[in-house]
């Protein structure tokens, strides 16, 4: 039975822009009290390992889908993009999660692990990424690209600078140093972070887009959980950071257009929205060319899409069936809830819901 009768004899459909979209052995709600007679009950283990923005997102995914196959094991080790992708082209997961897209390099790599038909990446998460600071005394700060740009790049060296205060007058800035605080590993939130730099503050950021830092001589952490611990150890720290990771930290606003925008799950799937898809890559490769320089008005630029990586192809049919499940739990609407609720993310579109569902039904075993 094919993944799409299997839940058609179910009636688990989804409705998506006016088409039936269907998610192999994805139980809705409604459904959950005819799990193991009427859907087949999986079980065996399915690893993954990756950005360790989505580690919340993935705690509320795994509990999810535990309430609907209950006998299948979903470990993930939030080691970083970087690592996530590497042990996944290396054959040592069964996905990855990454907060970047492979690069050509990587995709290569990938055909040598999935074979010819190639991998899936699928933007199953979005959320804002969050400049973080630590001021006494200042409740609300705004940055500007350049004067951001400027901070990261430790030319901007004192708070009460020119251009930081022409960003927040008004604001009595403190005569403190800056003490910028960045991600020690190989990370997706850095070359999110670092793109935007490059493309909104209009020649003020020197470096290319990378996932490694590119400015020697600040305090580097682990993870965004240790550039969080960094920011809230020292004063006058400032630093970035997935926005669900943020707690109780100064979080700034950035200027976009004639604006300054706060992060939020909405104002990061409004960037997203107004995006396109970059072309050039496979059928099921959906990575998505985001628009960092916009202008428009309640849109946060500082975005993180965050990618689940497979693919096609799997040598265990097992595998691939939980895999399968899995990724059509976490695309589907209760899915994209759940990580909303303890991440903060905001979900994705019914036309990449469509475009996602898509990928997971084609997912086959060699």
């Known amino acids: 039975m094919t993944a799409r009768s299997k839940i058609a004899a179910l009636g688990g459909a989804v409705a998506v822009g006016g088409f039936v979209v269907l998610a192999a052995n994805y139980v809705p709600p409604n459904e959950r009290a005819q799990v193991g007679e009427g859907v087949e009950l999986l079980s065996g283990s399915l690893v993954g390992a990756g950005s360790s923005a989505q580690q919340a997102a993935m705690q509320g995914w795994t509990a999810g889908f535990t309430a609907v196959q209950p006998r299948v094991d979903v470990s993930y080790d939030p080691i970083g993009s970087g690592g996530g992708r590497e042990q996944f082209l290396a054959g040592g997961t069964d996905f990855a999660g990454s907060d970047a897209a492979l690069d050509e390099e990587e995709l290569a790599e ?23 600071y630590n001021l006494p005394g200042v409740d609300g700060l705004n940055l500007s690209p350049a ?19 022409a960003d927040n007058p008004g604001t009595g800035l403190p005569d403190l140093p800056v003490a910028p605080v960045n991600r020690a590993d190989e990370s997706g ?14 020649g003020a950021w020197p470096h290319e887009p990378d996932g490694s830092w590119p400015v020697p001589g600040g305090e580097a952490a682990q993870g965004n959980s240790g550039v969080v611990a960094a920011v809230r150890g020292g004063e006058g720290t400032i630093g970035y950071a997935d926005l669900s990771q943020a707690g109780d930290l100064g979080i700034a606003d950035i200027g976009v257009g004639g604006e300054f925008v706060a992060p939020s799950p909405e104002a990061a799937a409004a960037v997203v929205e107004n995006s396109p898809r970059l072309e050039g890559r496979g059928e ?9 320089d916009t202008t428009g008005s309640g849109e946060y630029p500082i975005v993180l899409v965050s990618y689940h990586i497979g693919c096609m192809e799997y040598d ?17 609407p209760e899915g994209q809830q759940a990580a909303a609720e303890v991440a903060g993310s905001a979900p994705i579109s019914d036309g990449l819901r469509a ?8 997912v086959r075993a060699t």
């Not at 004067?147 to 205060?165: E, K, M, N, S």
Request: proline residues 6%; glycine residues 4%; negative net charge.
């Open 189 to 202: 939130t850095t070359e999110n972070f670092t793109e935007y730099l490059a493309e909104a503050a209009d």
């Open 284 to 292: 099921h490769d959906v990575v998505i060319e985001l628009n960092r």
């Open 110 to 132: 990938a055909e040598e692990r999935c074979g010819p038909s190639g991998v899936f990446e699928l933007p199953n998460y979005i959320s804002p990424i969050a400049v973080v």
């Open 316 to 332: 265990d049919p097992a595998v691939a069936e939980r895999l399968q499940a899995f990724m059509g739990y976490v695309v589907s």
């Open 355 to 362: 475009q996602a569902l898509a990928a997971i039904d084609a």
């Open 147 to 165: 004067t951001l740009a400027g901070i990261f790049d430790q030319r901007i060296t004192r708070w009460d600078d020119p251009a930081v205060a």
